[in-house]
């Protein structure tokens, strides 16, 4: 069975930098990570799921949402079929569980979730 695993999260203070990884495991027929584009959401509490990053399956292109561009950096290494998202500068708003996401070729669904890792922005 495909899973997805996230790690990385944790406390970090205001202004500081995480860094955090998704790594996909126990892959089966039909599942090659380096086919499909990946993302990074996040869910603060009593929030909706938001997008944060996507990046293309071959890694040429990024997407991220207004409020973090310049800041987070997402970014892929298809031979250790891993997702990365290095965030810098980070604001208490920015506290939320992280979840990596494999999204369908075409990009427009998920179709695969990772279990979520908490980050908490807080002095």
């Known amino acids: 069975q495909v899973r997805l695993v996230e790690s990385g999260g944790g406390l970090v203070q205001p202004g500081g930098s995480l860094s955090l990884s998704c790594a996909a495991s126990g892959f089966s027929s039909g599942f090659t990570f380096s086919r499909f584009p990946m993302s990074w959401y996040r869910q603060a509490p009593g929030k909706e799921r938001e997008l944060v990053a996507t990046?293309?399956?071959?890694?040429?292109?990024?997407t991220y949402r207004h409020s973090v561009k310049g800041r987070f950096t997402i970014s892929r290494d298809n031979a250790k079929n891993t997702v990365y998202l290095q965030m810098s500068s980070l604001k208490s708003e920015d506290t939320a569980v992280f979840y990596c996401?494999?999204?369908?070729?075409?990009?427009?669904?998920?179709?695969?979730w990772g279990q979520g890792t908490q980050v908490t922005v807080s002095s």
């Open positions: 990046i293309s399956s071959a890694g040429d292109t990024t």
């Open positions: 996401a494999a999204q369908s070729s075409d990009g427009l669904r998920v179709i695969l």
